[in-house]
């Protein structure tokens, strides 16, 4: 369920298996099935959200997110949504932590890809697994409201994907993912890159067990982005600047969107790249091999820890067995 808008996940579908899944409705009941199907029409619903943001306007406006819970639901007190929220969130994190420690124990660098609608996020994923290619195994898991699309162009560029159907939710729970692991298996010591909907609101309350959020923001889609979806700019690491080899065309100041993004997140990182000339992947591609080679890293520390008990056994063992030789060499005969 989102925190805002109240979409279920009953029309959820992936790749290969059913799913089960518990909601919650706005009246605080909650029931789980599980089911698979796909609708034929491809009906999808929008919303709006109003986020909030620490700035008087001159004149009148409409803000509904002021409250406690950030949000606004008809009928519905502060309280109860601050309530159902936490409900939502608690189960989500519960599957995240399983996520995170199978992708730890397995040595797997997770990236959780976030943007609007037609930022190029499967475009700059096609192209990064291209020339990762022979270096460090890729997979992927694919979510979109509808269709197989993306699944079946990260298929065709040589990547195992599994896509996951959300119907009408508008972003990727830590339960879907955890189903979709079960099946992509990926390989030890390699990157996973779960492309979430496309949808700058919902997926930033969403952990999925990755080790960061990536934000995908294209030059076509103005400075502002970080000030009006601050809790994605928040939530996630690194920017990806997309479109760059656009700039000559558009009116879009860098530096003043780095600065509104900066603004939001201190901490963020900041590659400027195109999938299309491949400016800046060489600076994308190193940042990922950094955050791969610590997953390994961490899962070989957790190797060897995990073998220092049956070694001091081992050790303790050899010991007994030389005492034990000295006893019956000083017995008499």
Same mark, same amino acid.
């Given at each position: ?47 709006? /959200? ?10 009148? /406006?409409? /803000? ?34 399983? #996520? ?82 079960? *099946? ?11 492309? #979430? ?44 600047? #997309? ?12 530096? *003043? ?14 590659? =400027? ?24 890293? %961490?899962?070989?520390? =957790? ?13 303790? =063992? ?7 030789? %000295? ?7």
């Amino acid at each position: 369920m989102c925190l805002t808008c109240g979409c279920g996940s009953d029309e959820v579908h992936v790749e290969g298996a059913s799913f089960a899944t518990t909601h919650t409705h706005a009246d605080g009941t909650t029931h789980s099935h599980a089911h698979v199907h796909t609708h034929a029409d491809g009906t999808t619903h929008s919303h709006a /959200h109003a986020p909030d943001h620490g700035h008087e306007h001159a004149h009148e /406006h409409l /803000h509904f997110g002021a409250g406690a819970a950030g949000n606004s639901v008809p009928g519905m007190s502060q309280a109860r949504l601050v309530q159902i929220e936490r409900d939502v969130l608690s189960k989500n994190d519960g599957y995240a932590q399983r #996520n995170r420690a199978t992708l730890a124990a397995k040595g797997i660098f997770a990236l959780n890809l976030v943007s609007s609608p037609g930022s190029g996020k499967t475009t700059l994923l096609v192209r990064t697994i291209e020339l990762l290619a022979g270096k460090r195994p890729v997979s992927v898991i694919e979510g979109d409201q509808q269709t197989s699309f993306d699944a079946e162009r990260i298929r065709a560029s040589g990547a195992p994907a599994l896509q996951i159907n959300t119907g009408k939710g508008c972003h990727l729970d830590a339960a879907m993912v955890e189903t979709a692991l079960a *099946r992509l298996a990926p390989a030890d010591d390699s990157v996973l890159m779960i492309e #979430n909907v496309g949808n700058l609101v919902c997926p930033a309350g969403f952990d999925l067990g990755e080790a960061h959020k990536v934000v995908v923001l294209s030059v076509t889609e103005g400075e502002d982005k970080p000030l009006k979806y601050p809790d994605m700019f928040h939530a996630a690491s690194l920017l990806l600047l #997309n479109k760059i080899d656009l700039l000559p065309h558009l009116r879009f100041d860098v530096e *003043r969107c780095l600065a509104n993004a900066r603004r939001v997140n201190p901490d963020i990182e900041v590659v =400027q790249l195109s999938a299309t000339t491949d400016a800046g992947m060489a600076e994308w591609l190193a940042w990922i091999e950094r955050g791969a080679q610590a997953a390994r890293s %961490q899962r070989e520390d =957790q190797v060897t820890t995990l073998q220092q008990p049956d070694q001091e056994v081992a050790s303790l =063992q050899r010991r007994v067995a030389e005492l034990e030789a %000295q006893v019956a060499r000083l017995q008499p005969r």
